[in-house]
């Protein structure tokens, strides 16, 4: 006969506690740090997060929702009424439609430029370091002496832009009158600054392509832009979807260029160039509503979200390949059936 001895599970718990309490300090301090460490690690990144960028979100929704002075430091509880007045003013609608206009303009030639940019730097070029620190120099370069420079060159009357135009027959354009015009240069500008530094990224990207692959789309009698859209563009899908996703972050909330455009830096006589960033300032140091302008500063923040949402979402659809996955998993599936059959 055999004897079956059922485990004791009290026992056991026991037993582990008189060993804990036989520890000495050294080995309770090794258990300690193996359990507690990882998260004193990343603690400083969440205790600046919370300082630096949580507080002050959430501190100016509370501001937004007051009647706030800035003298007294206080304001009175007004609801949801600054939110109203931003929503039915004429100017924050103006503003918008400006902010897209200009976002539009620059990011799309911007992504396109850099993409092309650092496929041509990820050749076997000489001085290679010399070219892509040359692309680097307009990110390095002031944005107030970069606006300043554009401004000038797209001057109305005496600019360098309208004056080749009117040197090879063509009317002079009003950079600083018309709407869509000044878009195009302030857009031109942002382009000008971004993209070397996208461009960098993406080289980043490219260069960490196996080779081999390469190799094999050329013996497969791939040339250079069949490979260039089978393997390149392909590889490098994550680092242009976070491209793509911070130059949105940053296109909506250009402010250095349309403020330096023109000496005044109002937008505009008639707001052509306003854009949300500068309606913000207007109203928060140009008639001190900080409340109004907290309720201006929140919405920004909600539709920057909404966007880079949708970005996020459009991006991974298109350019990750999912919906050509889906389809060949359809056709698969469609086959099999028929075959089935």
Do not use: C
């Not at 002050?56 to 007004?78: H, K, M």
């Not at 120099?137 to 005496?158: C, E, H």
């Amino acid at each position: 006969m055999s004897t079956t001895i059922a485990p004791q599970s009290g026992g056991s718990k026991e037993r582990v506690r008189q060993d804990k309490s036989q520890l000495n300090w050294r080995q309770r301090r090794g258990q300690w740090d193996v359990k507690y460490s990882p998260y004193l690690y990343i603690a400083p990144f969440f205790i600046v997060f919370g300082v630096a960028g949580l507080f002050p979100i959430i501190y100016t929704a509370f501001i937004s929702l007051q009647d706030w002075d800035l003298v007294r430091n206080s304001g009175e509880y007004i609801g949801f009424g600054q939110y109203n007045w931003v929503l039915h003013d004429r100017e924050f609608w103006i503003a918008l439609r400006n902010t897209f206009s200009i976002f539009l303009l620059s990011a799309i030639p911007q992504l396109v430029a850099a993409t092309v940019i650092a496929a041509m730097l990820d050749q076997n070029l000489r001085a290679r370091t010399l070219w892509r620190m040359g692309v680097l120099l307009p990110y390095v370069v002031a944005p107030v002496a970069v606006s300043l420079i554009f401004s000038n060159m797209f001057g109305d009357k005496f600019g360098l832009i309208n004056t080749l135009l009117s040197d090879i027959g063509i009317d002079p354009i009003l950079w600083h009158t018309d709407i869509i015009p000044s878009h195009i240069a302030i857009a031109t500008m942002v382009n000008f600054r971004w993209t070397g530094y996208n461009a960098l990224i993406l080289l980043a990207a490219m260069q960490a392509i196996p080779r081999d692959l390469y190799e094999a789309a050329a013996i497969d009698g791939a040339k250079t832009v069949r490979r260039f859209f089978s393997v390149t563009i392909p590889q490098i899908r994550p680092t242009m979807i976070f491209v793509i996703i911070t130059a949105t972050i940053g296109g909506l909330q250009i402010f250095d260029e349309p403020r330096m455009y023109d000496q005044t830096g109002t937008g505009g006589a008639n707001k052509q160039w306003l854009t949300i960033t500068m309606y913000l300032y207007n109203i928060g140091w140009g008639k001190f509503n900080f409340g109004r302008a907290a309720a201006v500063a929140w919405l920004l923040f909600l539709i920057i979200i909404a966007i880079t949402l949708m970005n996020n979402y459009l991006t991974r659809r298109f350019v990750s390949g999912e919906d050509a996955v889906k389809k060949s998993k359809k056709t698969s599936l469609k086959l099999t059936a028929k075959g089935g059959k």
